[in-house]
């Protein structure tokens, strides 16, 4: 280090434009970058992506999840520049260094300035949010990750509707971000982007060497480790426990054998007890069918039925197929959210082989028994002959 030192300054006295001074470790370099990848994803898979791409969006969140919390620690005993203590100001000192901005005077920074620490705390904050409310509404609307076992419907659902907000909100701090780089890199005639890269920045007269080493990077890396092995543990145990609202119990015998002679025999929580009731008593005339059973086996089935009807199950499809469509008001292909979710897919794609009814959920929903309808168990099959 100090013949780097030596060397710098003897470079600097020679030739302005070579020497550098080391600003980012290589952890908050490959962390920033990671980030922006993990976020990238993310974004594009949330944004842009149909929702079958649910599980690559969540390991994204979970990536940037796990980066944060190394930056956490590096942010207490990281290097020089990496250190909360050492960037983040009050709001005094980020006015004064607007005043300095105004008034042209502004000193340029090694590290972060006060506006741009102002920034990543920013930032961090909201990616640990996005984190938090996302496995939120993953446990309450789908019933899945580590909080699905405590999470209500309701619940996940506004903190999904917050995810999206933050979601956005994170979009305009990277774009304000990026400004800000740009801006101050104009400002003090330095390229940002590469020094994020490369470490370094130029050194110029009054720098002094920062070095390159973290204080404690023995304890950040132990603690690091054991609370990783603490939250995947902790993450796997919570993912196994039972899904919160969604009782499991085997199929009636009677229903699936006599409900599936025509069509997959449906979960009852795909419908309000209600329609169940009123299906169940006029299964003479079924849909133009004749499905009359045993007044035994309908009573069997009726009462399984209510037991299980969708107002008593709390899974995103028992919300979404009670608000039936009046003028159908048993089909759960006639209720808007059905006909709304499925309006992209060409009519034809639905009374192809091996499909051939747009009731046949199962084609293409690989965990339609269970009702999941988890997006990503979703995979419209090719045609095949009849
Ligand atoms: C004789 C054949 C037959 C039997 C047996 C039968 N169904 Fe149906 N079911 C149909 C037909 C035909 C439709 C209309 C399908 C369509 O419109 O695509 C239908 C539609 C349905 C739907 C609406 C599906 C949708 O597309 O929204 C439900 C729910 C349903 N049946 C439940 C039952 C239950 C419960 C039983 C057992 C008591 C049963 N079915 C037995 C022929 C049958
Ligand atoms: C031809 C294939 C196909 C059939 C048949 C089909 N679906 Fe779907 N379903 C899809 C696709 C594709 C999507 C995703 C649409 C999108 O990109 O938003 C979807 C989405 C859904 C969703 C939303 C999942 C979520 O949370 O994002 C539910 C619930 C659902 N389907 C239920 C059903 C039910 C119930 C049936 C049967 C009555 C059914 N689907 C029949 C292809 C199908």
């Not at 990238?40 to 919390?69: D, E, K, M, Q, Y």
């Amino acid at each position: 280090m100090k013949q780097y030192a030596i060397r710098n300054t003897i470079r600097l006295m020679t030739d302005t434009h070579t020497a550098t001074i080391p600003v980012w470790d290589k952890f908050i370099r490959a962390f920033h970058w990671a980030l922006v990848l993990g976020v990238s994803v993310a974004a594009v898979t949330g944004f842009l992506l149909r929702p079958t791409w649910i599980n690559v969006h969540v390991w994204a969140g979970v990536t940037a999840a796990v980066l944060l919390l190394a930056r956490v620690l590096w942010g207490i005993w990281g290097s020089k520049n990496a250190r909360f203590s050492g960037f983040v100001k009050g709001p005094r000192e980020v006015m004064a260094h607007i005043t300095e901005l105004r008034s042209g005077k502004a000193a340029r920074h090694l590290g972060h300035n006060p506006l741009g620490a102002l920034m990543i705390i920013a930032l961090l904050g909201t990616v640990l949010l996005l984190s938090l409310t996302g496995l939120a509404g993953l446990g309450g609307v789908f019933k899945a990750g580590p909080l699905g076992f405590a999470t209500p419907y309701s619940l996940g659902g506004f903190t999904l509707s917050v995810h999206e907000i933050l979601a956005i909100f994170l979009l305009v701090l990277v774009g304000l971000h990026i400004a800000g780089a740009v801006f101050e890199g104009m400002r003090t005639k330095e390229n940002l982007v590469k020094s994020m890269v490369t470490g370094e920045k130029e050194m110029r007269k009054g720098d002094h060497d920062v070095p390159d080493v973290s204080s404690k990077p023995i304890w950040a890396s132990l603690i690091f480790g054991l609370l990783l092995a603490a939250l995947v543990w902790g993450g796997i145990f919570l993912s196994s426990k039972p899904p919160f609202g969604v009782p499991v119990g085997p199929p009636n015998a009677t229903y699936a054998d006599e409900c599936s002679a025509c069509h997959m025999a449906y979960a009852p929580s795909l419908l309000p007890a209600k329609n169940w009731g009123t299906m169940m008593a006029q299964l003479g005339d079924h849909f133009g069918e004749d499905a009359s059973l045993s007044q035994a086996d309908t009573d069997e089935i009726t009462t399984w039925l209510f037991e299980n009807a969708s107002d008593s199950i709390d899974t995103k499809p028992a919300h979404v197929f009670s608000r039936t469509n009046p003028a159908f008001p048993l089909a759960i292909t006639e209720t808007p959210f059905w006909k709304n979710t499925h309006r992209t897919i060409p009519d034809e794609v639905f009374t192809r082989p091996p499909i051939y009814d747009n009731g046949n959920c199962a084609a293409c929903h690989s965990d339609a028994d269970s009702a999941a309808f988890y997006p990503a168990n979703i995979s419209i099959p090719k045609e095949t002959s009849p």
